[in-house]
């Protein structure tokens, strides 16, 4: 989807099927992902929306406002449904447990609050030597995961409080940190583009992947385990395997600015991304699958520049394209002459059709 303004943050629902877009005129707006087709927009909010979470139930989502404050609202009318007040400076995340009892959220006034999304109670204040940038609950919803700017990851116990264990980050501070599905490991990445996954009961470094020094922006895990997913700040989307050969699979370099939001499809085929250029994509894991879909639509191979942006520089791939091409021969370069080439300057408003 190609948006006609600047994206500041989004959200995908827990079944992949809906999306919440933060606008740059402080707006947001609801999308069906399959039908990629627009069904309501929320004018309800005083500044700009820089935090956005579906509860696990997909009928109500968390959005800051007022600065100091997070606010719940029902994701059918529209209506205010709870505010969770006490923070003291501006909040920089809030996120629901995954069966949404509760509420964490986290604030540049260097504490981090747990509230009942119920009763909006207030049930704990964490306090942290610098601001969290990044939370996360477990798979199970008692533990949390706090990456802060002091470059330590902690992991705190729900039922005590206690940190159970800590790791520092020698690179930079944390911008992004999750809990693997299987709830065994645990990634974290930092500004400085490291990304490292740790054992979640022992805190040891079991694979780190490294991007070059630009900020790691969003990260996820495969629901199989088997892929790791990161955007950064240069404006690329990098899929690495979840092995311990820490490989990097390909590059995509299809946004114009810094990636916002990145998670992987529901059915663990395809890759999300969105972007502050207003873009916001679906991609194949599987770059045979984007090319049986570029000849089987299109009628064509990818452009050489189209397969510079989704790091596809398998020539042999081609042969894809002599079952819709009536010449069977290829060039040495590996496109097919018979089939036609669009250019990303005659065509700036390509994109390869989402499945």
């Not at 583009?193 to 991007?211: C, I, N, Q, V």
């Not at 020539?315 to 894809?320: A, E, K, R, V």
Request: aromatic share 10%.
């Amino acid at each position: 989807m190609n948006l006609p303004f600047g994206i500041v943050r989004a959200a995908l629902s827990q079944d992949k099927d809906l999306i919440l877009i933060a606008d740059s005129d402080g707006s947001v707006q609801l999308w069906n992902m399959k039908t990629k087709q627009e069904i309501r927009v929320f004018n309800k909010y005083i500044g700009n929306v820089h935090i956005l979470a579906f509860s696990p139930n997909v009928k109500s989502f968390l959005t800051d406002c007022d600065n100091f404050n997070v606010c719940q609202w029902n994701l059918a009318t529209g209506d205010l449904e709870h505010i969770y007040q006490g923070h003291t400076d501006t909040v920089s995340d809030a996120i629901y447990s995954p069966n949404g009892n509760k509420v964490l959220t986290t604030s540049y006034d260097n504490s981090i609050k747990l509230w009942d999304a119920n009763s909006e109670d207030l049930l704990h204040t964490f306090s942290v030597p610098d601001v969290a940038r990044a939370i996360s609950f477990s798979p199970e919803g008692d533990e949390i995961l706090v990456g802060s700017d002091n470059k330590i990851i902690y992991l705190v116990d729900l039922a005590s409080y206690d940190t159970l264990w800590s790791y520092e980050e020698s690179s930079g501070p944390i911008r992004d940190a999750t809990f693997s599905p299987d709830g065994k490991t645990i990634l974290f990445g930092s500004s400085e583009g490291f990304l490292r996954l740790l054992d979640r009961y022992t805190g040891e470094l079991l694979s780190e992947y490294f991007a070059g020094y630009t900020a790691v922006s969003s990260i996820a895990i495969s629901s199989d385990n088997q892929y790791i997913l990161a955007g950064f700040q240069d404006h690329t989307v990098r899929l690495w395997g979840a092995s311990s050969t820490n490989k990097l699979l390909r590059t995509f370099r299809i946004h114009q600015a810094p990636i916002v939001e990145v998670a992987f499809t529901k059915d663990g085929k395809h890759i999300f991304t969105s972007s502050l250029d207003g873009n916001i994509r679906l991609l194949n894991i599987d770059y045979r699958q984007l090319l049986e879909l570029s000849c089987s639509l299109l009628l064509r191979d990818l452009t050489y520049e189209q397969r510079i942006q989704y790091d596809i520089m398998d020539d042999n791939l081609s042969l894809l394209c002599g079952e819709f091409c009536e010449d069977k021969s290829l060039p040495n370069h590996g496109f097919h002459p018979t089939c036609p080439q669009w250019s990303l300057g005659s065509r700036p408003d390509f994109i390869i059709p989402e499945p």
